[in-house]
């Protein structure tokens, strides 16, 4: 189970914004890597993937968005908010079937 | 560039099945897993099924199992789902899903939308 914290968060522009994800058991696959993935998906549209592998950005993704953690304790991070960044963001995890993503956190401006 | 394009959503009668289809393009379809993931109106992401190239293996949630099947046409480059015994809950936007290297999701559809009601 992937939870998810804040479920909602609201931020003025400008400032930084943090979602936690927390994995009920080690993340830890077989072979040895975590795969963790954080998704935003904007009002209307498709979730897109912003972080795979804990730490490793998408192409075209603003380097404002971070990924952080180890184990089964996970961390996205927005360092300075922008009013395109509103949205849901969730956490994936991609090393057993099925995939299991979080509650999903939603992001608006303050 | 990835195209997923789903079709086969609409009103559907609880107890009743329908089929849902999803054309590929614009990468080697037969060289990657797909997944089904649903969003229910106003509510989170949820994978409900999965499929590896060859169909040699696939995965359902626990949601699903036993009502829903997966399977793959490599040759017309097509991902299904065969959903039965259908329910209120499982209604919700149904998106057509690549997987990605390294136990990731690379690309989605627009998704086609399942509506469960009498």
């Known amino acids: 189970v992937m939870t998810q914290s804040p479920l909602s968060l609201s931020v003025t522009l400008g400032q930084p914004a943090s979602i936690s994800c927390r994995s009920s058991?080690?993340?830890?696959?077989?072979?040895?890597?975590?795969?963790l993935n954080w998704f935003q998906q904007r009002p209307g549209q498709s979730p897109r993937r912003l972080i795979y592998?804990?730490?490793k950005r998408d192409s075209g993704v603003p380097d404002r968005f971070s990924g952080s953690g180890s184990g089964s304790d996970f961390t996205l991070k927005i360092s300075r908010v922008e009013a395109e960044d509103v949205g849901l963001y969730y956490c994936?995890?991609?090393?057993?079937?099925?995939?299991?993503f979080g509650q999903g956190t939603r992001l608006e401006i303050k | 560039e990835v195209q997923l394009v789903e079709s086969g959503g609409g009103l559907v009668q609880p107890g009743r099945s329908v089929r849902l289809s999803c054309v590929a393009s614009?990468?080697?379809?037969?060289?990657?897993?797909m997944h089904w993931v649903r969003q229910a109106p106003g509510k989170g992401l949820e994978c409900v099924s999965s499929?590896?190239?060859?169909?040699?293996?696939?995965g359902y949630a626990d949601s699903v199992r036993g009502r829903f099947t997966i399977s793959r046409d490599n040759a017309k480059r097509s991902l299904y789902l065969q959903m039965s015994s259908l329910r209120a809950e499982d209604t919700a936007l149904y998106y057509c899903?690549?997987?990605?290297?390294?136990?990731?999701?690379?690309?989605w559809g627009q998704g086609t939308l399942v509506t469960v009601s009498s």
């Open positions: 592998q804990i730490s």
């Open positions: 499929i590896t190239p060859r169909s040699d293996k696939v």
């Open positions: 899903v690549k997987d990605a290297p390294k136990g990731s999701i690379d690309h």
């Open positions: 058991q080690s993340l830890v696959y077989s072979d040895g890597n975590i795969y």
């Open positions: 614009g990468f080697k379809f037969d060289d990657y897993v």
């Open positions: 994936l995890q991609g090393g057993l079937w099925p995939y299991t």
